[in-house]
């Protein structure tokens, strides 16, 4: 499975982004069976988990940095994973990644993740 990340930009604290996340290749049986996060590294930073959906029963995880200000969402008939982000911060700069593997109990987990994107740079300006 290749991953595809986008929607990444130069914005302003206070703004709003959506980035997507599109699986594709040999998506087996169907996307509805993986579960989805994002994740971010900031400069001189590890790499954290920002959000995730999880396949099963589609519950969601956030980061608390991140909680009631991003939203992701999955169109499973497009293959695609959404994070809407909103009311932006500077602390929300960094690289966004997006993470697929099949039938994962868990996004928290920290079993690897089996696919991953090249990344898309958010920035957010003070």
């Known amino acids: 499975v290749q991953v595809s990340e986008s929607g990444g930009g130069l914005v302003q604290a206070g703004d709003s982004l959506r980035l997507s996340c599109v699986a594709s290749?040999?998506?087996?049986?169907?996307?509805?069976?993986?579960?989805v996060a994002w994740f971010r590294r900031a400069p001189g930073m590890e790499r954290k988990l920002v959000a995730g959906?999880?396949?099963?029963?589609?519950?969601?995880y956030y980061a608390d940095s991140v909680k009631d200000r991003f939203t992701i969402s999955r169109d499973n008939a497009k293959n695609t994973v959404y994070l809407q982000m909103n009311s932006l911060k500077p602390e929300d700069t960094a690289v966004y990644y997006c993470a697929v593997d099949r039938g994962r109990r868990s996004v928290a987990s920290s079993v690897p993740w089996d696919s991953w994107g090249q990344g898309t740079q958010v920035t957010v300006s003070s």
């Open positions: 290749g040999t998506v087996s049986p169907n996307f509805s069976r993986y579960s």
């Open positions: 959906i999880n396949w099963s029963d589609q519950s969601t």
